[in-house]
């Protein structure tokens, strides 16, 4: 609601569900849309002008490469696979559980479309360059490769 209430015109949207969503739809005003699990994730994605992650805990999250593979400006909280995802790819990594920080990184994308597109392009650059399916299909069979070389008998218990 923060930032609805800084960005005039600004319409939510959470997609997904989880154990807050009754919590989180009790508070929400009439700006955020609650779309539920979703099969068509791609088309949300499409129509993001920024993308949030506001996770307490990530590996390595797929949603968050696929909104960065979309050339979405991400904002995320400063957690393992999101710092890892992101790298240096703008200050769109905000510390977990602070809504004001989450709010307000959210809020001045939406009020600054066109950083919000530099920031899609970098991170989209980031996607090709470190996380193609290309390079991470090559390090995995490396990774095996050099498993299965250098594995030896196991030793009995």
């Known amino acids: 609601m923060a930032v609805t209430k800084e960005v005039s015109g600004a319409q939510l949207a959470f997609v997904g569900d989880g154990p807050d969503l009754t919590k989180l739809r009790a508070r929400a005003d009439g700006a955020i849309v609650f779309a539920g699990q979703r099969d068509d994730v791609a088309d949300w994605l499409a129509a993001a002008d920024v993308v949030v992650f506001p996770s307490r805990w990530e ?3 797929i949603g968050l490469l ?3 593979a979309r050339g979405r400006s991400v904002v995320a909280t400063d957690v393992p696979g999101a ?3 992101l790298d240096a790819t703008g200050d769109g990594l905000v510390p977990p559980e602070d809504p004001i920080a989450l709010a307000s990184a959210i809020a001045a994308r939406l009020s600054d479309p066109a950083r919000a597109a530099d ?3 970098a991170v989209r650059a ?3 360059q470190t996380f193609s399916l290309r390079l991470t299909r090559d390090r995995v069979a490396g990774l095996y490769e050099e498993l299965l070389s250098s594995s030896t008998e196991p ?3």
Do not use: D, Q
């Open 59 to 61: 590996g390595m999250s």
């Open 66 to 68: 696929e909104a960065m």
């Open 83 to 85: 710092a890892e995802a």
């Open 119 to 121: 920031e899609g392009r």
């Open 126 to 128: 980031r996607i090709e």
């Open 155 to 157: 030793t009995p218990l």
